[in-house]
């Protein structure tokens, strides 16, 4: 893919792969060829049902995963070959936060400790500017003071999510994955946290990675999204283009079925049906991973997978009809 | 379309450590045969405890449904019977499904067991013509293979097969009420249509009533015929799914549509959202409970709770807002907000 000469690029990634073996010879692809690039100071969006690869893809990224094979590069380096001191420096840029409030918190630390793990753990701040920084970022994602001794179990699921983001920035990161962190929140505190987020992302020039399955969020709060399906990347285009003309049979379905808060619309709207679920990613068929379920399935796309090409300027599918 | 469970008077408790937790503070409302109605608001606002109030499933203790409530179902009032009438109540006149399709489902029964044994107690056919029957069902919640999945566990059935098995043991007995609390929370998009559509042709089909507890207005608008919104244990505004699109009146009801991005709406704007988190139910507040985080709210708002005003035959709302002494605000939603 996606040769991308603007000088802005943060991070590169060129086929990457990510298999897990689950036993008796089988493998699970859950990453399989993925190559895209993010831009400094942009928020790509990730969006795919479960299962897709999207959260294995933010995680091999990070480098939590070690990749099959392909690579990273983040500003030159690929980060896959860093050791010691110099994967250490590359955590402090890149930080991640949880889809789940309540199991990505320490239940025996207070806020203040949870929030300054990362500054203890890079000697950045002691004593009392340690807990001004605390104090600081707590300011920053709209909690209060106080907050900082007491303990997670003692806030609601937004707050949580605030501490999960002041604890992500509080090392001055640039470049954080948001993994799904709102699908486990109401509707109304939903709106808080990406509000939230937009604004911390013009305070100090952050560079998202924002997986979600909500496309309507996803489209919101992104710049450029990439569309997965069973670990492929099926489409990738800014997200303005994607909505407005999505090219791929999948992305297609998924945008039709997202229900819209309007009965009349509701009334006229014509459902591009899926048929079936997502076939399972262990020892997947050859050819192209939707072609199961695509009505416009011909003979080829069950045996060859499909080139990543650019179709129109900047918008790349995956797809035998283009 | 007659009546066919009439809420009246609700309200329920939990006794805690903190004190008396009241969960739902006095709500009354009608479902009619054949209709959808749903109910919305986040999560604590009472909703799934009303849900279990109607087929009495609060524990008791902690739980505690208060004196003069009556759930009268045909007339009959479910908080007045036996248990003997209850059994045949539960899964044969009234059915739910829950939100977690793997929690509710016996992980070491197989499916098409677990949906004979409420055809073989309300029906009374052996467990041979059950376990057909069974397959049957499977086969009309869309399920390809019946008879080869009737044979399999849960955790061989994925998210949205498990949440189908679970309409299949709920619409076994030909239930008059079916109540969905949250049926594809935990479901993507795509099976989430798949689900939605399953449950509006199968109305079509046997008629069933349906109560819909979700949090989600966007999945609300193509199938409820009616819908109530509830905040803090009360019901704040109902109306037909149209006029509580088309015409909200409540400013509650106008953040939930407005904390919705639309797919149509410019990026990386100001999301509108409802600031605060919704009052301690140990303790609310004489006044509106929305008062705190209601930007149209008067000193009135914060005194007493407005009486509920009726906007049309089916359409009512409880705001001071609608006082004729209040002060005039248009609906940010008609003010270009979801544009």
Redesign the interface.
């Known amino acids: 893919m996606p040769e991308d000469n603007s000088k802005d690029v943060l991070i590169e990634v060129k086929n990457l792969k990510k298999y897990f073996n689950v036993g008796a010879g089988a493998v699970l692809k859950a990453v399989d060829d993925v190559s895209f690039v993010i831009r400094k100071g942009e928020t790509l969006g990730l969006v795919g049902e479960s299962g897709c690869g999207k959260t294995t893809c933010g995680r091999t990224v990070l480098g939590l995963y070690g990749a099959t094979d392909g690579h990273v590069i983040y500003e030159g380096v690929d980060i896959q070959g860093l050791k010691g001191k110099a994967k250490k420096d590359f955590t402090k840029k890149a930080q991640i936060i949880f889809q789940d409030p309540y199991a990505s918190l320490n239940p025996r630390m207070t806020v203040g400790d949870i929030i300054a793990e990362g500054i203890d753990i890079h000697g950045m701040y002691r004593g009392a500017a340690r807990t001004k920084k605390i104090y600081e970022m707590l300011d920053h994602v709209g909690l209060n003071r106080e907050h900082a001794s007491r303990f997670p179990h003692e806030f609601s699921g937004g707050q949580r999510q605030r501490i999960g983001i002041a604890r992500a920035l509080a090392i001055e990161p640039e470049f954080i994955v948001c993994d799904e962190p709102i699908s486990a929140l109401d509707v109304s505190i939903q709106a808080q946290i990406v509000n939230l987020l937009i604004k911390l992302q013009k305070e100090m020039g952050l560079t998202y990675l924002f997986i979600a399955h909500d496309l309507s969020m996803v489209k919101h709060i992104s710049d450029r999204v990439g569309v997965m399906y069973l670990g492929n990347m099926m489409e990738f285009a800014s997200s303005h283009d994607l909505y407005e003309k999505p090219l791929h049979p999948y992305t297609q379905a998924l945008l039709s079925a997202i229900p819209v808060p309007d009965p009349e619309i509701e009334k006229n709207r014509e459902r591009i049906k899926l048929e079936g679920e997502v076939p399972s990613p262990i020892n997947p068929k050859p050819g192209c991973r939707f072609s199961a379920r695509c009505k416009y399935a011909k003979p080829i796309c069950f045996q060859e997978r499909p080139q990543f090409k650019e179709v129109e300027k900047q918008h790349f599918v995956s797809c035998h009809l283009f | 379309m007659g009546k066919i469970l009439e809420v009246k008077k609700l309200k329920v408790s939990y006794h805690t450590y903190a004190g008396e937790v009241q969960s739902v503070r006095g709500i009354s409302f009608d479902l009619n045969e054949n209709e959808t109605l749903a109910v919305v608001g ?2 604590g606002c009472g909703k799934s405890v009303t849900a279990k109030s109607i087929m009495r499933l609060i524990q008791t203790p902690p739980g505690e449904i208060k004196q003069g409530s009556e759930i009268l179902f045909n007339g009959k009032d479910i908080l007045k019977m036996q248990d003997e009438e209850l059994r045949k109540l539960r899964g044969g006149q009234i059915s739910m499904i829950f939100q977690d399709p793997m929690t509710s489902l016996n992980p070491t029964m197989k499916i098409g067991k677990q949906i004979a044994e409420s055809i073989m107690i309300h029906r009374g056919l052996n467990a041979k013509d059950a376990f057909a029957e069974a397959v049957k069902m499977l086969e009309t919640v869309n399920i ?1 293979n019946s008879d080869k999945r009737a044979n399999q566990y849960p955790h061989q059935f ?4 498990r949440q189908r098995a679970m309409i299949a043991i709920a619409l076994a007995c030909d239930p008059k009420i079916l109540i969905a609390d949250e049926p594809t929370t935990a479901l ?7 689900i ?2 399953l449950m509006k042709d199968l109305q079509d089909k046997l008629g069933t009533a349906i109560i819909l507890i979700t ?8 199938v409820a015929h009616r819908i109530q919104v509830m905040y803090s244990g009360l019901i704040i505004e109902r109306g037909k ?2 006029e509580i ?1 088309k015409n909200p009146q409540h400013p509650y009801t106008w ?3 407005l ?5 149509d ?1 410019v ?9 605060g ?1 919704p009052p301690d139910l140990l303790r609310p507040p004489v006044g509106c409970p929305f008062a705190a985080r209601c930007e149209y709210a008067m000193a009135i708002c914060n005194e007493s709770m407005p009486e509920e005003t009726k906007l049309s035959e089916t359409h009512s709302v409880s705001c001071w807002l609608q006082h004729p002494m209040a002060p005039k605000v248009k609906s940010p939603l008609n003010a270009g907000g979801a544009e």
């Open positions: 986040e999560s390809p994925s998210g949205g097969m993507d998009v795509t099976i989430q249509a798949q939605m559509d949090h989600d207005l966007g999945i609300v608008a193509s799914t149209e699109f953040g939930l549509l904390s919705v991005p639309r797919l709406a990026n990386k704007d100001v999301l509108y959202s409802l600031n988190t």
